[in-house]
């Protein structure tokens, strides 16, 4: 495989089109990132999907917490994965998991076989797997493009070792793309370590509001801002990326 991908987590238009415009290669669109990412509003994908050239991934997630799902909380995400498919977006971002913490294999070759041919990506899910690579045999045989994975601790820097492990059994069947914690300062060692060629991130960072007034009780209020995303620290993760290529 030859050169490296930037995918970019962002939690709205204006965060996604400033990681496009920092040169992204692919979006993981998101809502509530602070609870590591759910489905966006079907407006926002569709403006996302028809004012960028990149390639775009919604997360297909109900809620925040754990991976394991009631039945009707599946229907749902179906019909969310279907959506973004028809809005014609490259593909989606899913994790399903067992009671016993191994892949809920049914659920997810379903929505991989619904959504086809949209590519599809098993998020940090994979991290809560019991059994990591008897997981990655499972979602290679499914056929997902890509797992997201920290290798199994808080950051990817920690998990390199295990993310190397991985990528080297997955021998270029499925991609492994190393997320959380990952940064311009520790690409380098990160990319040579695991010998990954691709690189998930948010780069969040708190945006002050531009209202001019809030009333006393509300000034001051942590809730008055939001994260976004810099496009010059995007580029400067690209830009580090191109001296590893």
């Keep these: 495989m030859e050169g490296y991908i930037l995918e ?4 709205d238009f204006e965060s996604a089109r400033s990681a496009v415009a920092g040169g992204a290669d692919r979006i993981e669109l998101c809502a509530n990132l602070g609870e590591g990412g759910t489905t966006q509003s079907y407006g926002v994908i569709k403006r996302c999907r028809e004012s960028f050239d990149v390639k775009i991934y919604p997360i297909i997630r109900v809620r925040g917490g754990d991976f394991f799902y009631t039945e009707e909380e599946f229907e749902c ?7 973004c498919k028809e809005l014609g977006c490259d593909g989606v971002v899913i994790g399903f998991l067992n009671r016993d913490a191994s892949v809920d294999v049914k659920r997810t ?3 991989v076989k619904a959504v086809y041919p949209m ?3 098993f998020h ?3 991290d809560r797997c019991k059994a990591p690579f008897e997981a990655l045999e499972q979602l290679v045989n499914i056929g997902c493009e890509r797992i997201l994975t920290s290798g199994q601790e808080l950051t990817a820097p920690e998990g390199a070792g295990l993310i190397a492990e991985l990528n080297m059994a997955a021998n270029g ?10 940064r311009a300062n520790n690409l380098a060692a990160l990319a040579a370590q695991t010998k990954c060629h691709e690189f998930h991130t948010s780069l969040r ?7 001019t007034f809030f009333p006393p009780a509300f000034e001051n209020n942590n809730e008055n801002d939001h994260y976004s995303i810099n496009k010059e620290a995007v580029r400067v993760m690209k830009k580090t990326l191109s001296t590893l290529s």
């Excluded at 970019?8 to 939690?11: G, K, L, P």
């Excluded at 995400?77 to 959506?83: E, G, I, N, S, T």
């Excluded at 069947?173 to 990952?182: E, N």
């Design 173 to 182: 069947r499925i991609s492994i793309m190393p997320g959380s914690g990952v």
């Design 124 to 126: 940090r899910a994979f």
């Design 109 to 111: 070759a379903q929505l």
């Design 77 to 83: 995400m179906l019909y969310d994965a279907l959506q």
């Design 119 to 121: 590519g599809v990506t």
């Design 205 to 211: 960072e708190l945006k002050k509001s531009n209202m």
């Design 8 to 11: 970019i987590a962002t939690s």
